[in-house]
């Protein structure tokens, strides 16, 4: 698995996109500038955005790439997390100030209902690798100078979502790609939701260790694949084979619809094969995020 740290420069942008709410805030507030003036675009042209929660803020923090403007956090969790919070983060972020506030100062930040622990980061969004970057990487493991504590996953593995809108499942997707160690997570640049607070807090710190790909033709991404030498496997429930049984080889795109729509038609056509996932009646079909889970332990996770 890679991120933006190996890439670097290879990298191509995507594009950033803000909470229902401005990061600036009024004068006096987390965020807020004097005389009311918006808050400029960040350094890469983009404007910046509010990461909350631990894990996603400890995570951000640790990653070299991030770009990191302002930290906040209540009394209650700087007494909690400070320590962490100075020990974890790259030594790149050490000269990041922690900023005490209020709870209500958060929450003013934040979409309704963000459950935040007392943590906000106010940082430039991610710049993400294009799908070419992908195929061009060295593994993890040929670029460390010490053997890994675990053994890399021999078969490589990369997701890709076919019309998944909401955040939240992106997210889990993403933690679960980083749990069973995919190499990416490929979305449509239309529709498929950015880089967000909220898409943050569900991947949990995956975000920051799984590039996150955008791609404007999901049919042509799959062809840029196959000539790679992936073998594509679609997702679908009424599909004859199990994955189980599909005995794909070392290179493997992995294919998931929307639920209830499922793939679209020029994305099943591009699929090797359609492979389902087993379930037991009254159940017919998994959440698109736990059908990734599922999926990429079957594929990467056993031995």
Same mark, same amino acid.
């Given at each position: 698995?890679?991120?933006?740290r190996i890439l670097g420069a290879a990298m191509t942008r995507r594009k950033g996109k803000l909470g229902s709410r401005s990061p600036a805030g009024p ?10 003036r918006p808050r400029p675009a960040s350094r890469s042209g983009q404007q910046p955005l509010w990461l909350y929660g631990v894990h996603a803020v400890l995570?951000?923090? *640790?990653?070299?790439? #991030? ?6 956090? &209540?009394?209650?969790? @700087? ?7 100075r020990e974890e983060r790259h030594p790149g972020h050490a000269g990041l100030a922690l900023q005490t506030v209020q709870r209500r100062d958060i929450d ?14 106010? &940082? ?7 799908? $070419?970057?992908? =195929? @061009? ?20 593995? %990369? ?13 889990? %997707? ?5 749990? =069973? ?5 490929? *979305? ?5 939701? $950015? ?5 943050? !807090?569900?991947? /949990? ?13 999901? *049919?042509?991404?799959?062809? /840029? ?10 997702? @679908?429930?009424?599909?004859? #084979? /199990? ?8 290179? %493997? @795109?992995?294919? +998931?619809?929307?639920?209830? /729509?499922?793939?679209? #038609?020029?994305? #099943?056509?591009?699929?090797?094969? +359609?492979? !389902? ?27």
């Amino acid at each position: 698995m890679f991120n933006g740290r190996i890439l670097g420069a290879a990298m191509t942008r995507r594009k950033g996109k803000l909470g229902s709410r401005s990061p600036a805030g009024p004068p006096g507030q987390p965020g807020g500038q004097a005389g009311g003036r918006p808050r400029p675009a960040s350094r890469s042209g983009q404007q910046p955005l509010w990461l909350y929660g631990v894990h996603a803020v400890l995570a951000a923090l *640790a990653n070299p790439a #991030r770009r990191p403007e302002r930290l906040l956090a &209540t009394p209650e969790a @700087a007494q909690t997390w400070g320590q962490r919070l100075r020990e974890e983060r790259h030594p790149g972020h050490a000269g990041l100030a922690l900023q005490t506030v209020q709870r209500r100062d958060i929450d003013a930040l934040l979409p309704d209902g963000s459950v935040h622990q007392g943590l906000a980061l106010l &940082t430039a969004p991610l710049d993400q690798p294009g799908l $070419e970057d992908i =195929f @061009a990487a060295r593994p993890a493991a040929e670029l460390a100078t010490e053997p890994p504590a675990e053994p890399a996953p021999r078969r490589r593995v %990369v997701v890709l979502l076919d019309q998944v809108t909401d955040p939240h499942n992106v997210g889990a %997707v993403l933690r679960s790609a980083a749990a =069973f160690g995919a190499l990416a997570v490929v *979305a449509l640049d239309k529709g498929a939701p $950015e880089e967000s607070g909220t898409l943050a !807090k569900a991947a /949990s710190g995956a975000l920051e260790v799984v590039p996150y790909v955008s791609v404007v033709n999901l *049919a042509r991404a799959l062809d /840029s694949l196959k000539d790679a030498g992936f073998w594509c496997l679609g997702l @679908a429930g009424e599909a004859e #084979r /199990s994955l189980a049984a599909s005995h794909p080889g070392e290179d %493997v @795109a992995l294919v +998931l619809g929307a639920e209830g /729509s499922g793939l679209r #038609r020029l994305t #099943r056509e591009r699929c090797d094969l +359609l492979v !389902k996932l087993p379930t037991r009646a009254p159940i017919e079909s998994l959440n698109v995020s736990n059908a990734a889970a599922v999926a990429l332990y079957e594929l990467l996770g056993r031995g």
